[in-house]
């Protein structure tokens, strides 16, 4: 019995499982504690090896199971978002890892729900329930949070410029409403950098929503806009809207686009810029 003994000193075993050896073997108790040497001594254990064996499987893949439980609960707790300083904005970088880690989660989530043991234990199931349901939310916030940055910080630059701001006034004035929210979005997520705290944002999926709609429509106006601007002078034709927007936005600094001149006018290769006494180019 003395193997067996030494079994029944697995960490793995919870009260459930000595719940169940204690009724196989005929014991009183209901934890481990109650339980002592004399007690199984007195017991005939090799007659229930069987028994309390499939006891001790169970107790270990449920510890298992635990384990993983616990993991996902370490990590996330722990999990921060990076924040850095770019252009006098705040945004967040390495969404790669944070995307890859909530894929790894929700996979092994999924499968876990196949292991013998899941079924078990009501605890996992709750817990299974609990953390899809976070982890889907935030992969379903990232994929519009990253989106809605890269949009906002392409944007940010064109509506920098005088000349779009007087040209598209409107959606000047879209854009700022946005940019107001989600300057003090990232200052909120700067104070509580823990990515589980954007779990408890109020209507964050709606606003997300909301902002990324409005930089849709828009970047769908801007395009409307250098279409006409390109119908005015067709050479436009000839480079991409990232260019044209430099184009139009830089119109006050011929230096900063005379790299797209060979683009539109294939004669020209380079153009010498002086200044006048006056400090007027020419």
């Known amino acids: 019995m003395l193997p067996m003994i030494k079994d029944l000193t697995s960490a793995a075993l919870k009260d459930r499982h000595w719940r169940s050896i204690s009724k196989t073997v005929s014991l009183n108790v209901t934890n481990s504690d109650a339980v002592t040497l004399g007690d199984l001594w007195d017991r005939d254990l090799t007659t229930h090896k069987k028994a309390i064996q499939d006891v001790l ?50 996979n092994s989530l999924g499968s876990l729900k196949q292991s013998p043991y899941f079924g078990n234990v009501q605890e996992f199931q709750d817990a299974a329930n609990t953390w899809e349901y976070r982890l889907s939310l935030l992969r379903s916030n990232f994929e519009n949070w990253i989106e809605l940055q890269k949009k906002w910080m392409y944007l940010k630059g064109i509506f920098k410029s005088p000349d779009i701001k007087a040209q598209l006034p409107t959606q000047t004035a879209k854009f700022k409403n946005v940019d107001n929210d989600l300057q003090s979005l990232m200052k909120r997520v700067a104070s509580k950098p823990a990515v589980l705290e954007i779990l408890q944002i109020e209507n964050l999926p709606r606003q997300l929503d909301r902002s990324l709609n409005s930089l849709t429509v828009i970047q769908k106006a801007l395009g409307e806009y250098l279409e006409r601007q390109r119908l ?20 006050n600094e011929p230096s900063r686009i005379l790299s797209h001149l060979n683009k539109m006018f294939a004669g020209i290769n380079d153009l010498k810029i002086e200044k006048e006494e006056s400090g007027k180019m020419k």
């Open 232 to 251: 005015a002078f067709p050479r436009f034709f000839f480079v991409n809207n990232d260019d044209l927007l430099e184009i139009i936005g830089n119109s």
């Open 57 to 106: 499987t169970n107790a270990e893949g449920e510890s298992a199971l635990e384990q993983f439980f616990k993991d996902v609960k370490d990590y996330w707790s722990d999990e921060h978002f990076t924040i850095k300083f770019r252009d006098n904005m705040r945004i967040i970088v390495g969404w790669a890892n944070l995307l890859q880690m909530l894929d790894d989660h929700l």
